[in-house]
């Protein structure tokens, strides 16, 4: 059963009480069953999307690494450098 459905069902006993104490207090039990239920899933699923997280975090961390290494070995030639290695090879 819904929770809204449980709840519209105690309203209506607790005006009428005509069924008695039993069939009210049945329904508030399945009531706070359902409630901690949805809680214990809502934190499961939280905990989830945490570590989910966290192991997408850690996996771009070492693609960020891998790039400075690739940067120090592709290094640019410095102007004043330029100049005198292309005067050493026309002579």
Do not use: C, Y
Not at 45 to 54: E, F, G, P, V, W
Not at 83 to 91: G, I, K
């Amino acid at each position: 059963m819904k929770l809204k459905t449980l709840k519209k069902k105690i309203r209506r006993l607790e005006t009428r009480l005509l069924e008695g104490p039993k069939k009210l207090a049945k329904l508030k039990g399945k009531l706070a069953a359902l409630v901690k239920a949805n809680a214990a899933k809502a934190k499961k699923k939280s905990t989830a999307r945490a570590a989910a997280a966290r192991k997408k975090k850690g996996s771009s961390t070492a693609k960020s690494q891998a790039k400075p290494a690739a940067a120090k070995r592709a290094v640019a030639p410095k102007e004043g450098e330029e100049e005198t290695q292309s005067l050493a090879r026309t002579s």
